[in-house]
């Protein structure tokens, strides 16, 4: 049941539900499940340092077009035309 839910979430990306069954990780007793949970959870590592470096790009990006954003920002002095 576990291993199941655990492929699902990393097939979904659903990295909450990811981390809540890592903390809730239950005794496995058979090999085979060692190694497939073990294969599982090298996978879910893999796919969360895909979407951490994604997501550092996407702010350097955001970053960069907020500094354009700034630099040719028309910033005309304000002043204040007082006819006496």
Not at 63 to 68: C, E, L, R, S, V
Request: proline content about 1%.
């Amino acid at each position: 049941m576990w291993l199941t839910s655990f492929k699902k979430a990393i097939i979904l990306k659903e990295f909450e539900t990811l981390a809540h069954l890592i903390e809730e990780m239950p005794h496995l007793v058979s090999l085979l499940e060692m190694e497939e949970a073990a294969y599982l959870l090298d996978h879910a590592k893999t796919l969360l340092e895909t979407e951490k470096s994604a997501t550092l790009v996407s702010l350097q990006q955001i970053k960069n077009t907020i500094d354009f954003l700034k630099a040719t920002e028309n910033t005309s002095a304000h002043s204040i035309n007082l006819k006496l």
